[in-house]
């Protein structure tokens, strides 16, 4: 499937009031209009975008969507069709619901696992309209994707691999530094990043871990690793290179419980040819001052929906 990335990631949340004053405060989202139809709910936008992270009230915090964007309509139609061949229940988006995403078309389907997806294309945009929240030197975005997810997951199947790498054509990035099964997974078009989505296997746990979002500049790390501090907010990791990446990161919680890893680039990622083993997760930095899983990684019944868990249950069954 021609996939470029992650275009939008959707939540819900208990405390909306608190993601309205972090977003553009802390992280220099804008704060994006709601669409007629979905008044209650909080957009941020990252580029020119409409929007790339919507927060739904919700009575638990937790990750309600990914949406994974297509470059155009054929690449859309053809995975659709690609979908339906392989057995994956498909929901189209009726357009009510692609006009509250922004979108051209819009499918939903779930993973092996009971995550929630989308396959979007033609989101709405517009060239040089991004006003960051605060002072702030952008996102890196666009024509890439928005970052990546890491997500716990209570099963670790082999169809949740062969979903993403067979079914939707990821390429299998390895299962990084991490102990315990992990694995790394980008999109069949992006060229650019290491990862768009990585699962990691904790047994009765599940739900969102971090998301990492690229900055321009490493001015945006360290301008936004001041805030958090001086705002006391709960820092995961500090300051740091990965092992794996050419980036410098820290990650800190959000409202929503899940962290947040600010990343900048050193140098652009290449693809390594080979698939690397790190002996550590980093070179230096990243030193883990709080939990690595934080109140948005619960017990599944916590977390997920009726048929993320009614997908979980029969797939225990099938085991
Ligand atoms: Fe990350």
Redesign the pocket.
């Known amino acids: 499937m021609d996939i470029i990335g992650m275009g939008y990631l959707g939540f819900e949340s208990s405390n909306l009031e608190a993601w309205r004053t972090y977003g553009p405060e802390v992280m220099g989202f804008q704060i994006g209009s709601s669409p007629e139809a979905d008044r209650d709910s909080l957009y941020f936008r990252l580029d020119d975008r409409r929007h790339r992270l919507a927060f739904h009230p919700g009575k638990v915090d937790r990750l309600a969507y990914v949406g994974w964007e297509a470059r155009g309509k054929l690449e859309f139609r053809a995975a659709t069709q690609k979908f339906r061949d392989a057995g994956v229940q498909v929901t189209v988006g009726d357009a009510a619901l692609c006009d509250i995403r922004g979108v051209k078309e819009l499918i939903r389907f779930r993973d092996p696992v009971g995550n929630q997806h989308e396959l979007f294309y033609g989101q709405k945009w517009m060239p040089r309209s991004f006003m960051p929240g605060r002072p702030h030197g952008g996102f890196v975005a666009d024509a890439r994707g928005m970052g ?1 997810a ?1 997500i716990i997951t209570p099963e670790f199947p082999p169809e949740l691999e062969s979903f993403f790498t067979e079914l939707m054509g990821f390429h299998y990035y390895g299962a990084g530094a991490g102990k315990g099964k992990t694995a790394f997974y980008r999109a069949k078009l992006n060229n650019e990043t290491s990862h768009d989505i990585a699962f990691g296997h904790g047994p009765n746990k599940a739900g969102i871990q ?1 998301v ?1 979002l690229f900055v321009k500049s490493l001015r945006d790390v360290g301008e936004t690793y001041d805030i958090v501090k001086k705002r006391q907010l709960p820092i995961m990791m500090t300051l740091g290179a990965h092992a794996q990446d050419p980036h410098v990161s820290f990650y800190h919680f959000s409202p929503g419980g899940f962290a947040f ?1 600010v990343i900048t680039e050193l140098e652009p990622w290449h693809n390594d040819g080979f698939e690397l083993n790190p002996e550590k997760l980093s070179t230096w930095g990243h030193e883990l001052v709080g939990p690595i899983l934080g109140a948005s990684v619960r017990t599944p019944e916590e977390v997920l929906d009726e048929e993320g868990l009614a997908i979980l249950e029969r797939l225990r069954q099938k085991a």
Request: proline residues 0%; hydrophobic residues 20%; glycine residues 20%.
């Open positions: 990546h890491v971090h990492g890893e």
